[in-house]
């Protein structure tokens, strides 16, 4: 069955960049779209952006100057990047399938935003 | 953007009691060409990805017990547990994919009373 993991550094120092990869297996990333979201505890998760199956990426608006999304079908991953971090955005940061709703997410991974 | 808001907060409810979640959209989701309200719910336990458990307000995913239910149109939707089961007690949002950004509800957290 289709898994994914996000994989990437726990602590990020302000003003920095946040990179992290999502590695997808028993699917191929180019027959799909994939999402990342990111939830700060005790708040709603927030839609980061997507990644269409022709690898175009589509962002939120609120995030745009800021994210990267890409994708390697080589090793059939995902990343994304966020640069000039704060402690907002401290979060669990997920890959998922599909581009509306996600019926299928990493585990997450917790990224702290700290000196 | 499209805002999302949920009422209550949070609830408890007794084990065997209907628990009801409302959730409101700023504006409608209901698209007119295919009559289909682009409204989803999800449950969210600690140390877990949030789980699908609607789509099209009110498709249930395979395997979501029969006892959950998602009901509304436009811009009011409702969650409805009708037999609170232990293993129910999470956080629940709603989500709307009508237009981007995509946006999910603040949730509301349902305990055991």
Do not use: H
């Amino acid at each position: 069955q289709v898994q994914l993991q996000e994989s990437g550094p726990r602590l990020v120092m302000p003003s920095e960049t946040l990179s992290l990869t999502c590695t997808v297996s028993g699917a191929s990333i180019s027959s799909s779209y994939w999402s990342w979201i990111r939830q700060s505890p005790g708040k709603a998760p927030e839609w980061i952006g997507y990644i269409s199956d022709s690898g175009s990426p589509y962002y939120s608006a609120s995030l745009k100057s800021r994210v990267t999304i890409s994708a390697d079908t080589s090793k059939n991953q995902l990343s994304l990047t966020l640069t000039s971090v704060t402690t907002a955005d401290t979060a669990f940061y997920y890959c998922a399938k599909d581009r509306w709703t996600f019926e299928l997410w990493g585990p997450g991974t917790l990224v702290t935003v700290s000196s | 953007d499209i805002v999302m808001t949920q009422s209550p907060e949070s609830l408890a409810v007794s084990l065997g009691e209907r628990a009801t979640i409302n959730c409101k959209s700023s504006q409608t989701v209901l698209s007119i060409s295919n009559y289909k309200n682009y409204m989803g719910w999800y449950q969210k336990k600690p140390g877990q990805p949030p789980k699908l458990l609607f789509y099209w307000a009110s498709t249930r995913i395979s395997g979501v017990p029969d006892r959950f239910s998602g009901s509304g149109s436009g811009t009011n939707f409702t969650l409805t547990i009708s037999s609170l089961q232990a293993e129910d007690v999470a956080v629940y949002y709603c989500q709307q994919f009508y237009g981007y950004p995509l946006s999910f509800g603040p949730g509301t957290r349902v305990e055991i009373k």
